[in-house]
């Protein structure tokens, strides 16, 4: 994605009070703890490298985010041996304690 492309996107949005950190490259996972400590922050609705959409009310002369549809529609039933891999990746990445 170019800045044109992210530019756009936020454009399209153009909901107030709302706050948003697009950028590639990176994964959400290295910010998201810094981000939740700004006291200015009042929610977050996604932190995803999936792709994703944004959902949007427009009332009278405001707009607003409603929700965010996070990734793909799921393709299978995780397995035990899938939820532990899956911890087991989230542990070496210092994301999950225990």
Known sequence: MTNADLIRFVN??????TFLILFTEAYPINV???IRNVSEVAAIYCATS???QVIVAHVGDGRSVIGIVDGLSSRAIESEG???NRSKLLRELGYKRG
Do not use: E, F, Y
């Open 32 to 34: 998201i703890n810094s």
């Open 82 to 84: 899938d939820k532990q």
């Open 50 to 52: 999936n792709p994703v």
């Open 12 to 17: 399209k949005i153009a909901a107030g009070h």
